[in-house]
């Protein structure tokens, strides 16, 4: 009896097809794959693509978190970081320096410091999706068309829980 997800996967992919284990896995299961092929997709890329831009993972993390909004708040960003502000502070000061983000006044409350990406940062968060982009079709590459198309449904059908009025 397999006891880990990873002889689990082995296991299901030596006793079937790969349409026939995932017709059997649960929403556990299949958690369990993703969660230990993340790993393997990121490594590697990461570390050479922050050293050689000088930004740090929780950079990235912030830079993301601004872009989605567009344009927000230090304090919501510090909300939805779980981070104390000065600490959001340091991360943005240093975003800055460095080009990525810059600050402005609240329109309506000049006391909140509101923060957006610029276009330098924009281009750094094209770059990584790029490299990720990259890396996944590397990844990908061993699957077979139908495969491949059942693949992309998926990520289709995840993508819009995560934007449902796109």
Not at 77 to 106: D, E, F, K, N, Q
Request: aromatic residues 4%; contains cysteine.
């Amino acid at each position: 009896m397999p006891t880990t997800p990873h002889t689990m996967i082995r296991h299901a992919a030596a006793n079937s097809t790969p349409l026939q284990a995932a017709s059997r896995a649960k929403p556990r299961d299949a958690a369990r794959a993703v969660a230990e092929l993340m790993p393997q997709i990121i490594r590697g890329v990461q570390l050479d693509f922050f050293l050689s831009r000088s930004v740090t993972q929780t950079q990235l993390l912030v830079l993301i978190a601004i872009h989605a909004h567009r344009r927000c708040a230090m304090g919501t960003l510090a909300r939805s970081l779980h981070v104390a502000m000065p600490t959001a502070t340091g991360i943005i000061s240093r975003l800055v320096r460095a080009g990525y983000v810059r600050r402005l006044a609240h329109p309506a409350d000049r006391r909140q410091v509101m923060v957006e990406v610029t276009p330098r940062g924009a281009d750094f968060i094209r770059e990584f999706q790029g490299v990720i982009r990259r890396r996944w079709e590397d990844v990908l590459r061993v699957l077979e068309p139908r495969e491949l198309t059942a693949f992309h449904g998926i990520l289709t059908k995840l993508t819009k829980q995560f934007h449902p009025l796109s």
